[in-house]
């Protein structure tokens, strides 16, 4: 991580590279929804792998442009909508597959979900990142 940056920019930077290594297990989660033979029977699990995509598709650019107050914004504002992602793939999981393969996807997908909603929700209270009730960064 760089250390040149000042420190509400590092801690800005620190939630993001912590966020990337979880949504890196969102997306192999995506993949191999997307890639299963299910897939293309199925309508909602394709929704689950459009969902998670476009999640993460929205926070490419500023992630490349290492813009972290953007970033967390989008990550914020768009969280309800991986939140829900997940509960559905949990919910017809189970019907989908039994396998092995959906149920640790189901499994790693719901932990990855939880992990990133609780780093954002713990920069939206600290001092110095995000200010509690907003996606404006700021001192809280």
């Not at 929804?33 to 929205?58: F, G, T």
């Not at 092995?100 to 909603?117: C, D, G, I, K, W």
């Not at 600290?126 to 809280?140: A, H, N, R």
Request: aromatic share 6%.
């Amino acid at each position: 991580m760089q250390t040149n940056l000042p420190k509400d920019q590092t801690n800005l930077a620190t939630a993001v590279d912590a966020l990337d290594i979880l949504l890196a297990h969102v997306w192999m989660v995506r993949t191999f929804i997307k890639h299963s033979e299910e897939a293309e029977e199925d309508d909602e699990l394709n929704e689950v792998q459009r969902a998670l995509y476009d999640y993460m598709l929205a926070l490419g650019p500023p992630l490349r442009a290492k813009d972290y107050p953007k970033y967390l914004k989008i990550a914020k504002k768009k969280l309800k909508k991986l939140i829900a992602a997940t509960e559905l793939f949990t919910e017809i999981q189970p019907e989908i597959s039994s396998h092995t393969n959906f149920q640790m996807a189901a499994l790693s997908l719901q932990e990855s979900v939880r992990q990133v909603e609780a780093i954002i929700n713990s920069i939206a209270t600290k001092p110095g990142t995000i200010k509690p009730g907003t996606t404006e960064p700021g001192l809280g």
